[in-house]
C-alpha cells in the first residue's frame, strides 16, 4: 500500500499570516491517464471531511481562494496565504490513484 | 445540492454483522461510484471500499473477506455490511460520492461491544 506522511502534526499559526503543510507519498502518484490524484481535505471540529483541492491544485466550488494546492510526484503542499479562525481543524492529504486509497494521519491547525 | 445521509444501528456486538444504509438526495445514485469511509476515534482515514451505480465494486483487501457492498437504485441507496466485526472496527462510518470523495454524510459512530 501507499503511504502518506504528512508535516508537521501540529500547526499553531497567527491569525493573518500562512501556513504550510507538506504530504509526501512512498509512491509516485500519476494515474494511467496522466492524472495525479492527490486531495486534500479539511476537517472541522465535529465535522465530516470536506474536500478542499483535488487532482493536486484544483479548488472545489466554494473553497475561499486562500487555499492553494501545489507539487508533483511524491511532494505535495498545501496552502493557506491568510489562516483565519474557521481554518481551524485537521487537515489531511489524501492519494486516489493506487487502490487501497488512503490519507495521511492529518494536521492539526489551530490559532496561536 | 446531493445529500448524503448514513442510517443504521450505532452499537454492535461483537463477532455480528454491521449493517449501514446511505440515502442520497438532491441526485440520482446512477452515473457515479459510491464510497464508504471509516475514521476510528482520534485517527485517519480509511477506505472500505465503493460500488458504482451498476453494482461493480472493490474492496479494502485488509477487509475484503467481511465487506459486501450493494446498491438499490430504486430507492437511492447504497449499503454496507461488515461481519465478524470486533473492538477494532469502532469508528465513524461515512458514505461519500465518487472516488475521490468530493460529498460525504455526515457520519455515523458505531460502536462495537457487548
Known amino acids: 500500500d501507499v503511504v502518506m506522511t504528512q508535516s508537521p502534526v501540529s500547526l499553531p499559526v497567527t491569525l493573518g499570516q500562512p501556513a504550510s503543510i507538506s504530504c509526501r507519498s512512498s509512491q509516485g502518484l500519476v494515474y494511467s491517464d496522466g492524472n495525479t490524484f492527490l486531495n486534500w481535505f479539511q476537517q472541522r471540529p465535529g465535522q465530516s471531511p470536506r474536500r478542499l483541492i483535488y487532482k493536486v491544485s484544483n479548488r472545489d466550488s466554494g473553497v475561499p481562494d486562500r487555499f492553494s494546492g501545489s507539487g508533483s510526484g511524491t511532494e505535495f503542499t498545501l496552502t493557506i496565504s491568510r489562516v483565519e479562525a474557521e481554518d481551524v481543524g485537521i487537515y489531511y492529504c489524501m492519494q486516489g490513484t493506487h487502490w487501497p486509497f488512503n490519507s495521511g494521519p492529518g494536521t492539526r491547525v489551530d490559532i496561536e | 445540492q446531493v445529500q448524503l445521509q448514513e442510517s443504521g444501528p450505532g452499537l454492535v456486538k461483537p463477532s455480528e454483522t454491521l449493517s449501514l444504509t446511505c440515502t442520497v438526495s438532491?441526485?440520482?445514485?446512477?452515473?457515479?461510484?459510491w464510497s464508504w469511509i471509516r475514521q476510528p476515534p482520534g485517527k485517519g482515514l480509511e477506505w472500505i471500499g465503493y460500488?458504482?451505480?451498476?453494482?461493480?465494486?472493490n474492496y479494502n483487501p485488509s477487509l475484503k473477506s467481511r465487506v459486501t457492498i450493494s446498491v438499490d437504485t430504486s430507492k437511492n441507496q447504497f449499503s454496507l455490511k461488515l461481519s465478524s466485526v470486533t473492538a477494532a472496527d469502532t469508528a465513524v462510518y461515512y458514505c461519500?460520492?465518487?472516488?475521490?470523495?468530493?460529498?460525504w454524510g455526515q457520519g455515523t459512530l458505531v460502536t462495537v461491544s457487548s
Open positions: 461519500a460520492r465518487g472516488l475521490q470523495s468530493v460529498y
Open positions: 460500488i458504482y451505480y451498476s453494482g461493480s465494486t
Open positions: 438532491g441526485g440520482s445514485i446512477s452515473s457515479y461510484y
